[in-house]
């Protein structure tokens, strides 16, 4: 018997030495950007989500190395009333959409639906800088709320320049007609969460998007972790159509109110452009 203590004792000394050895090497493993650390990263228990434990309002708590808890985060409320109409300094001409540019594919990583683009052929200018058009995805309901009204979908077209400060368009979607862009970019759905899909085609954005160029412009962060407050946000005033099933489509396959709630404006200005 006592044997047996013995015998377990040295076990239990074996198992607290080698999760030491583990922390250790945990620790090790996340300062450097090896693949190691990547799958390190990827165990972490508790990912940022859109519910329960880890929601939004835990995200600044979770991802200790983001900004999420900082003074210029987005999205906000847009009270019109409020917005100071001025240029904002991005012309229709500064948005340069090639009409071959090809998606390269679609993937759900489980926080949205993502078109993603292989090539820099899409880009925006602004304030003497270049924008490469990277990706776009979808929240169901909008982010940005206007008025307090939310909108059904929104569309996030993210351009990043050469030194990672963003230009993000926010392009509403309103329940109407049917949308020939939304029957090009449904039929390579559905994407289960984690599943990509090639698309290989070509699509022109400038067609639906950009036939109204007011918007309202203002200084905020990525609206998911780690929240970089490097965002500069153009949310269009007009909204885009497309039918009800056609919104339905998207927001099935994206976790359910995949939206983070507005964020208070601290001192900042929204600005009208028209
Ligand atoms: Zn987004």
């Known amino acids: 018997m ?30 450097l950007p090896t693949e190691k650390a990547v799958e390190v990263k990827k165990e972490t228990p508790k990912h940022w989500s859109y519910d329960g434990e880890t929601s939004p309002e835990h995200w600044a708590e979770i991802e200790k190395e983001s900004a999420c808890g900082g003074n210029h985060q987005s999205p906000i409320d847009i009270v019109t009333a409020n917005a100071i109409t001025k240029p904002s300094g991005l012309k229709a001409s500064d948005v340069h959409y090639d ?23 899409n880009y925006v200018n602004f ?21 307090g009204m939310h909108f059904p979908l ?28 939304f029957d090009f970019l449904e039929s390579y759905l559905p994407v289960k969460p984690g599943e990509t899909k090639v698309v290989g085609k070509s699509h022109h954005f400038e067609n639906y998007i950009l036939k109204d160029f007011d918007h309202y412009y203002y200084q905020g962060s990525l609206t998911t ?12 005033k007009d909204a885009i159509k ?19 709630p507005t964020q208070p404006l601290n001192g900042r200005t929204v600005y009208y452009s028209e």
């Open 2 to 31: 006592k044997k047996l203590v013995v015998l377990m004792s040295v076990f239990a000394l074996t198992i607290s030495l080698s999760c030491k050895e583990n922390e250790k090497k945990t620790e090790e493993a996340t300062d």
């Open 99 to 121: 009409a071959s540019t090809i998606i390269h594919d679609v993937t759900n990583n489980g926080h949205s639906l993502q078109y993603n683009f292989a090539d820099n052929n």
């Open 127 to 147: 304030e003497g800088k270049r924008y490469n058009l990277a990706q776009f995805h979808f929240h169901a309901a909008s982010e940005h709320s206007v008025n």
């Open 154 to 181: 929104v569309i996030h077209m993210v351009h990043v320049s050469e030194d990672k400060k963003f230009v993000v368009f926010a392009v509403m979607v309103t329940e109407g007609d049917e949308s020939n862009a």
């Open 225 to 236: 972790p780690p929240c970089t407050e490097a965002v500069n946000w153009f949310v269009f």
């Open 242 to 260: 497309a039918s009800p099933v056609q919104v339905k489509t998207i927001a099935d396959l994206m976790p359910r109110n995949n939206y983070r």
